[in-house]
């Protein structure tokens, strides 16, 4: 499978800043998702990040609050924009790698408290 | 609407133990069926994958689906205590590297096995 790496693997941040999540591939892969996962929650998606094409967002995100950027097939940038506590969570990317199995793999996850 | 039920727990069982979780669904076009761990602070890993019903083998670990009842479990063969996780369920209508859908997850069923 895929191997996948997060950065930042956690932060601290002020409410109304922005963070940017970068998540890295060592393989070319399709499709890249970003999910969130808060305490006692499901991973709920965000959206899916197709190379070359605007992302798709599920029913509740939008992109002025949850920009994200696909530059290639193996990287993508998420960003939460004007923080505010209720955006604590676990933002985790995935990937597809149907060479493999038609299942998503997780890369470990970043930790964010806003404050 | 999408919706996956799984039981939260603490599920908590001693060593050797044949664990037992499950998730039910009510979405009928759900065809591809996943079992993730999730180790606490990490992303979640695949453990088993399959879109058929019946049961499915790997190692200690058998995957049941059952889509006439919307039912799927996971079973743990002489349970260790590396084994104490949360465990999540998760299904998608279409192969996850194939459409642009993501996963729909359970909220996950944490196990503890007792040295």
Redesign the interface.
Same mark, same amino acid.
């Given at each position: 499978s895929a191997v996948i790496s997060q950065k930042p693997s956690r932060d601290i941040c002020q409410r109304g800043t922005s963070l940017t999540i970068q998540c890295q591939v060592d393989s070319q892969v399709t499709m890249m998702f970003w999910y969130r996962q808060q305490p006692g929650q499901s991973l709920t998606l965000i959206a899916t990040a197709n190379q070359g094409s605007e992302a798709t967002y599920e029913s509740g995100f939008v992109i002025d609050k949850f920009p994200i950027s696909r530059p290639n097939l193996t990287f993508s940038t998420l960003t939460v924009s004007n923080m505010s506590p209720e955006d604590s969570s676990i933002y985790l990317c995935s990937v597809a790698d149907r060479a493999v199995a038609d299942t998503q793999y997780f890369g470990p996850g970043t930790r964010l408290t806003v404050l | 609407q999408k919706e996956?039920e799984?039981d939260?727990g603490p599920l908590s069982v001693p060593e050797g133990a044949i664990v037992s979780l499950n998730c039910t669904y009510s979405n009928s076009a759900f065809q591809?069926f996943?079992w993730?761990r999730q180790y606490s602070?990490?992303?979640?890993?695949?453990l088993m994958?399959t879109?058929s019903s019946g049961n499915k083998e790997d190692g200690r670990f058998t995957a049941q689906v059952d889509k006439s009842s919307k039912y799927i479990s996971l079973f743990i063969r002489d349970s260790q205590p590396s084994d104490s996780a949360t465990y999540?369920c998760?299904m998608s209508e279409v192969?996850? *590297?194939?459409g642009?859908? *993501?996963?729909?997850? *359970?909220? *996950?069923t944490h196990l503890i096995i007792q040295p």
């Amino acid at each position: 499978s895929a191997v996948i790496s997060q950065k930042p693997s956690r932060d601290i941040c002020q409410r109304g800043t922005s963070l940017t999540i970068q998540c890295q591939v060592d393989s070319q892969v399709t499709m890249m998702f970003w999910y969130r996962q808060q305490p006692g929650q499901s991973l709920t998606l965000i959206a899916t990040a197709n190379q070359g094409s605007e992302a798709t967002y599920e029913s509740g995100f939008v992109i002025d609050k949850f920009p994200i950027s696909r530059p290639n097939l193996t990287f993508s940038t998420l960003t939460v924009s004007n923080m505010s506590p209720e955006d604590s969570s676990i933002y985790l990317c995935s990937v597809a790698d149907r060479a493999v199995a038609d299942t998503q793999y997780f890369g470990p996850g970043t930790r964010l408290t806003v404050l | 609407q999408k919706e996956v039920e799984q039981d939260p727990g603490p599920l908590s069982v001693p060593e050797g133990a044949i664990v037992s979780l499950n998730c039910t669904y009510s979405n009928s076009a759900f065809q591809y069926f996943m079992w993730y761990r999730q180790y606490s602070r990490k992303g979640p890993e695949l453990l088993m994958y399959t879109y058929s019903s019946g049961n499915k083998e790997d190692g200690r670990f058998t995957a049941q689906v059952d889509k006439s009842s919307k039912y799927i479990s996971l079973f743990i063969r002489d349970s260790q205590p590396s084994d104490s996780a949360t465990y999540l369920c998760a299904m998608s209508e279409v192969p996850s *590297g194939g459409g642009a859908d *993501g996963l729909t997850f *359970g909220k *996950g069923t944490h196990l503890i096995i007792q040295p």
